[in-house]
């Protein structure tokens, strides 16, 4: 339910020094499709950035295309297979947006990913309501598709031996902290990041914090 605006600070930080290209998923109803989205347009080597549905796709990238992988970043994302009050959300969420559009949707959106003290931003808010209706009610249909078709990826993610970061908000409430320690646990040497005051979509609630984090990683792992 972002778009390519989940990224402008991090971009606009980063874009001199590196090639920088922001994937949107919205035309495929799978894992697999989304991967070959990414894979097809990209170099032979890269490095993966992912935050959530992100992250879910990058351990999509891991099983098909490990040897591609070059760097990893996984944000406010968790190797965990939907439980079934999740797939549950996912299944309401998709008759909200069948029933009502796509705006019946944006209004529960602040509320369930923001820190609180961030719900009510208008500018955060006006953001996620644009970037939602960017990705569109057939663009959510797919992900949520695809989504409720997600396995557990613990053991894929064992298999990474790439310089790894993983971060995530000190609150998100959708992929807690527990869910990002799991992960770093599974990657020889990954770095495990905390930004503080942050809900789920640090790269627009803690801008500065993440690219800061960001542009060290990336230059002391080059």
Known sequence: MTDERLYAHQIA???????CRVFVFRDHDSMAGMAQQVLSAM??????IGLSLGGYVAFEAIRCALPRLERLV?????????????RQGRVKDIETVKQGGIEALIPEL?????LPAHVGNPALKELMSEMARSVSAK???NQQTAMLARPDSHADLATVRVPTLVMCGRQDPVTPLSDHEAMAACVPGAKLKVIESCGHLSTIE?????????????????
């Open 206 to 222: 803690q801008p500065e914090a993440v690219t800061s984090e960001l542009t060290q990683w990336l230059a002391a792992n080059h």
């Open 13 to 19: 930080a980063l874009q001199s020094t590196h090639d």
């Open 43 to 48: 170099p032979e080597r890269f490095t993966w």
């Open 110 to 114: 602040p509320s369930r990913w923001l």
């Open 74 to 86: 996984l944000m406010d994302t968790t190797a965990v297979a939907d439980h079934p009050a999740r």
């Open 139 to 141: 663009g959510q249909f």
